[in-house]
Structures are given as C-alpha cells and as structure tokens.
C-alpha cells in the first residue's frame, strides 16, 4: 500500500511535535511544577543524539535493502 509522502509528513509532525515537547517539557523543568529537573541543555543534547541515532541506522538499513540479497 503505497502513501502520499506529504500527507505522512504532516500526519507525523501533527502527532510527534506535541508529544515530543511535552516529553520534553517534563524532563527539563523542576519537580516543582512536575518534571523531572535534567535541565533542557542535557534533553535537548540527549534528544539530538537519539534522532541522529536513528537518522545513521535509517540510512543503513536503507542502503542495504538497495544492494539487495548477498
């Protein structure tokens, strides 16, 4: 079954963008107004490393189903 790319783009960014900063938002604020204190330069290198993570393993994995079978 074959998607508009567009259309699953948008759908995706629509869903992730709020979860994602709420995510976010409770690791890096204070217990007082219910998060967890990491501060939002340690989220945001953590969050960075782990999109950068699956960026690499995406364009891996994608490569080599192009090669096809060994």
């Given at each position: 079954m074959r998607t508009n790319?567009?259309?699953t783009f948008w759908l995706?960014?629509?869903?992730t963008r709020p979860l994602g900063a709420s995510f976010?938002?409770?690791l890096g604020v204070?217990?007082?107004?219910?998060?967890l204190d990491c501060g939002t330069g340690v989220v945001?290198?953590?969050l960075a490393?782990?999109?950068a993570v699956f960026v690499?393993?995406?364009?891996l994995v994608s490569r080599s189903s192009l090669r096809?079978?060994?």
């Open positions: 790319p567009i259309l995706a960014y629509i869903v976010a938002d409770w204070s217990p007082s107004r219910g998060g945001s290198l953590a490393v782990l999109i690499v393993r995406m364009t096809g079978p060994a």
